[in-house]
């Protein structure tokens, strides 16, 4: 029995296998990174690879018609049909979270067979320590929101980011625009006499440098150990649960790198006080005053004092907030296991704070604890925000979208520019 299944298991996915093989050779007879795009000649877009490497044409790709028997899902491509049936029959064993991986990166990719003008593709063959990969970037949102619109009555958007409401909506694509009501804006819930703002503006154990979150500046060990003695200042003064969010997962772990070293690895530079009266930082703190502006407070410069021989900043913090959490990064797993892992990082945040009345959460803007969650009461009785998230306007998939933008615009198929 167990080797009847075994068989009929890599029967059914060696169609699979095959079409993984075409893209794999492909990737490996090119020479250099190569972009496809709607904005690129002809035999430089998405349709173009997509004829190359036989997708156009290829029947696991193909949507099944509703009411087959391959598939309880009406529009599912025969591949991601098949592979769920294979997890849903139980005959995927070990390997069920992969498959359901498979089936979603099969579906993803049948998607953008169906409509490549939406897409830009970007092609690397590897080497130089990367391994060879392919990308299939959406640059618009029709081409998800399309697929629901004769299935869904009425689709409702809600967000306290959707400002500026023009740009979102156009950037929503043709298919939401014409069946967008007139948009309903709130104003803040919070009133400002709950409300404060603090800017900190502390300078480094070597004065060195000040906490100005530049590209740079996140590269230099002093100015991670800067934001984790600042970060240990305010989470001291604040009681009950405090959310830190930085702008990147990259960045969030450098942070967590440097805040785990001690004196004693003999990496860290010295955390010695200036002394006033001496060198460029003469009287820069004496008889500073706190300016406000609103409901903004702007702290004054000050110098920490030097983490304690033999405890990291990390330890510092623990004694501080007892628990420490932090977001996990993005893995390579279907959606239900992320969700889940996700989760129960809350819930143990959430637990801490209900239990020893006092933790910390290391988060990342625009992932999913920054998103759709909410702390309320003591869960979020301040709120660390380090860096500001601007984009990277040189990643190539960012480059890409304001390219995508252009074109679009030029041609009367968009209504959003690349610098939107």
């Known amino acids: ?118 897409y830009v593709a970007r092609a690397h063959p590897g080497g130089q320590g990367q391994q060879a990969h392919l990308h299939l970037w959406l640059m618009s949102a029709e081409g998800t929101l399309a697929k629901l619109d004769n299935e869904l009555h009425a689709f409702v ?40 703002v603090v800017t900190v503006t502390q300078q480094s154990p070597s004065a060195s440098s000040k906490l100005e979150c530049t590209f740079h500046a996140w590269k230099r060990l002093p100015f991670l150990l800067s934001i984790g003695h600042a970060l240990l200042k305010i989470v001291q003064a604040i009681p009950a649960g405090i959310l830190i969010f930085l702008p990147s997962y990259d960045l969030l772990e450098r942070c967590l ?46 110098v920490p004092e030097a983490t304690i021989a033999g405890r990291s900043i990390m330890d510092d913090l623990r004694a501080a907030k007892g628990t420490i959490v932090v977001e996990p990064p993005p893995m390579c797993q279907n959606g239900a296991s992320v969700a889940r892992v996700y989760e129960a990082a809350k819930e143990r945040y959430e637990q801490a704070v209900q239990q020893s009345g006092q933790a910390a959460l290391l988060a990342v803007y625009r992932g999913r604890m920054s998103e759709g969650v909410s702390f309320d ?21 960012l480059a890409q979208k304001r390219l995508c933008n252009d074109f679009w615009l030029a041609r009367g198929m968009g209504h959003v520019s690349g610098d939107a």
């Open 1 to 118: 029995s167990s080797a009847k299944r075994s068989g009929g298991f890599l029967h059914a996915v060696r169609p699979l296998g095959a079409l993984l093989q075409r893209i794999c050779n492909f990737l490996s007879d090119i020479r250099e990174p190569t972009t496809y795009a709607p904005h690129l000649p002809e035999h430089r877009r998405v349709e173009a690879l997509f004829r190359i490497l036989k997708l156009d044409s290829e029947p696991m790709l193909r949507v099944l018609p509703c009411g087959t028997r391959e598939g309880n899902v009406p529009g599912m491509p025969r591949a991601e049909s098949l592979l769920r049936e294979l997890v849903g029959r139980g005959l995927g064993g070990s390997f069920s979270s992969q498959l359901e991986l498979a089936a979603t990166l099969f579906g993803q990719l049948a998607a953008a067979v169906r409509r490549p003008e939406l």
């Open 377 to 397: 009461d003591d869960f979020a009785r301040g709120v660390v925000c380090i860096g500001i998230p601007f984009p990277n306007l040189t990643e190539e998939r």
């Open 257 to 302: 790198e440097a805040w785990q070293k001690t004196e004693d690895d003999g990496q860290l530079l010295s955390c010695e006080p200036r002394r006033k009266g001496k060198g460029k930082g003469k009287n820069r703190t004496a008889g500073t005053k706190r300016r406000y502006r609103g409901a903004v407070e702007r702290v004054p410069d000050e």
């Open 157 to 196: 958007l809600m967000s306290g980011t959707l400002s500026p409401l023009p740009t979102t909506i156009a950037e929503l694509g043709p298919t939401f625009q014409s069946r967008t009501l007139a948009p309903v804006a709130a104003n803040h819930v919070v009133g400002q006499e709950s409300l404060r």
